[in-house]
C-alpha cells in the first residue's frame, strides 16, 4: 500500500483557522482537502509533506516544526490501486503567504466553518478531532462508488506505527 501525505497549516491559538485547498487536477480533482500527496522515493513522510506542502501553496515550513496528528488508512476495494496510508500534519509555523498551483487554489477556513460537503466523504470524521489535538489512528473503507464510506474505526493514537 503506498504512503501519502497530508499538512495542514492552523492559526489561532487555539486554533481557529485552517488553510485547505481545491484540487484542480489529478487525485480528489473538484475536492478541498489538505495540501499532500505521495510519498517519493527516497523522502520520509515528513520531507514528503513538507515538499507537497510549498509544492501546492508556496508556504515552507520545516520538520522541526510538523506535529504528526494521524495515521489513516483508506481502502477502496472496487479500485485497489487507490488503496493508501495517509500520514496527517498539522503545522503553525511557515514561511510565505499561500498562493495558487497548477493543482491547488489554497484558502483559509474557519474551522467551525469546514465545506465538509466539498471535501472526500471521510473527512467530517476526522479532521474536527485532529484540528481540536487529538492524535488519532482511523480505517475507511470506501463503497462500490469509491465516494461512500461504508466502514469507519478511529481510535486515539500514541503516534507509534
Known amino acids: 500500500m503506498k504512503d501519502a501525505t497530508?499538512?495542514?497549516?492552523?492559526?489561532?491559538?487555539?486554533?481557529?483557522?485552517?488553510?485547505l485547498g481545491f484540487k484542480k487536477i489529478g487525485f480528489g480533482a473538484g475536492k478541498y482537502n489538505g495540501p499532500g500527496g505521495k510519498v517519493e522515493a527516497g523522502e520520509t513522510?515528513?520531507?514528503?509533506a513538507i515538499r507537497e506542502l510549498e509544492e501546492e501553496t508556496g508556504i515552507k515550513t520545516y520538520e522541526k516544526d510538523l506535529q504528526q496528528?494521524?495515521?489513516?488508512?483508506?481502502?477502496?476495494?472496487?479500485?485497489?490501486?487507490w488503496n493508501q496510508v495517509v500520514h496527517v500534519f498539522v503545522v503553525t509555523?511557515?514561511?510565505?503567504?499561500?498562493?495558487?498551483?497548477?493543482?491547488m487554489k489554497p484558502a483559509w477556513f474557519k474551522v467551525d466553518d469546514i465545506p465538509f460537503e466539498r471535501m472526500w466523504k471521510d473527512g467530517a470524521h476526522w479532521l474536527p478531532r485532529i484540528?481540536?489535538?487529538?492524535?488519532i489512528r482511523a480505517r475507511f473503507t470506501f463503497g462500490e462508488d469509491n465516494e461512500t464510506v461504508d466502514e469507519v474505526e478511529i481510535e486515539s493514537w500514541d503516534g507509534n506505527s
Open 93 to 103: 509555523t511557515w514561511e510565505g503567504t499561500p498562493t495558487e498551483s497548477t493543482e
Open 45 to 48: 513522510v515528513a520531507t514528503a
Open 6 to 19: 497530508l499538512c495542514f497549516p492552523i492559526r489561532g491559538n487555539p486554533a481557529n483557522e485552517v488553510l
Open 69 to 81: 496528528m494521524g495515521h489513516l488508512t483508506f481502502l477502496f476495494p472496487a479500485k485497489p490501486s
Open 131 to 135: 484540528l481540536a489535538g487529538e492524535r
